[in-house]
């Protein structure tokens, strides 16, 4: 998982991430993306093999939905406590069950050569697994230069109805279909982002892509939330960026 540590630190060992976008149409969507975040970091932490899909991923998905009724019976029983038992209609929504998209990713430090032919031997790498529900996504930057986006590559691929992981949802299997996975490798002058939907969009219908990604690193860097913030509003005061939560994940590679 990540260090308790939000930024700044140098990881010489396995590291997992991930962000999950709650579906504001299901009730208590927010818990469940946080719950599941968590426990696909976790799980890929201890299972490597969670991020190539089949039997592991399948585990992985069958715990993460088992953890959801404990967690709510936990809610439920606060909410009694504190003098607000759960309406008639919250019953109902909450019956429906949560949903939120699904993206998670470990990198493990490569003791292979360098990513491309024409790299250092001796320059250390890094060899990261994604794995995809829906539309948060990853893009790998080289020299700050969009390589690879995952799983949505264009703008114009992103819908209205991505799929979803739903927290009452014990048909594994089918889970496990509709992930998506896939790999890189990375060296020193690498990055990693993790983007939810509507900054993820942003980025890929950005007319200048250089800016864009300028813009991303100048606001996501230590000690930025409230710049990040204030940059995200205005971006929505201008149309820019679809009105909604937004989540982002940057992870730096360097050399020794």
């Not at 630190?9 to 579906?23: F, K, N, S, Y």
């Not at 995809?132 to 114009?156: I, K, N, W």
């Not at 990040?228 to 730096?252: P, Q």
Request: some cysteine; hydrophobic content about 40%.
């Amino acid at each position: 998982m990540l260090p308790d540590r939000s930024h700044d630190h140098m990881l010489r060992e396995p590291l997992t991430a991930g962000v999950c976008d709650g579906a504001t149409e299901s009730a208590l969507a927010k818990d469940w993306a946080r719950l599941l975040s968590r426990a696909a970091a976790e799980h890929a932490m201890r299972r490597p093999d969670l991020l190539h899909g089949g039997a592991a991923f399948e585990e992985f998905a069958s715990s993460a939905v088992a953890q959801w009724e404990p967690w709510l019976a936990q809610y439920t029983q606060a909410r009694s406590a504190e003098g607000r038992p759960l309406k008639w209609y919250e019953h109902t929504k909450l019956a429906e069950g949560a949903y939120a998209t699904l993206l998670t990713v470990r990198v493990d430090p490569d003791p292979g050569p360098g990513s491309s032919a024409d790299s250092d031997p001796s320059e250390p790498a890094w060899r990261w697994r994604a794995a995809a529900l829906g539309d948060s996504c990853l893009f790998h930057l080289h020299d700050d230069r969009l390589v690879q986006a995952f799983p949505v590559e264009t703008a114009d691929d992103f819908g209205t109805a991505p799929d979803l992981f739903g927290s009452r949802n014990h048909d594994v299997a089918l889970l496990a279909c509709r992930t998506r996975f896939t790999e890189g490798r990375c060296r020193p002058g690498d990055r990693l982002l993790l983007m939810t939907d509507a900054l993820a969009a942003w980025f890929l219908s950005a007319p200048d892509q250089d800016t864009a990604v300028r813009q991303l690193l100048e606001f996501s860097g230590p000690d930025d939330l409230g710049a990040f913030v204030d940059w995200l509003n205005g971006l929505r005061d201008r149309k820019e960026l679809r009105n909604d939560d937004v989540a982002v994940v940057r992870i730096d590679f360097e050399g020794r």
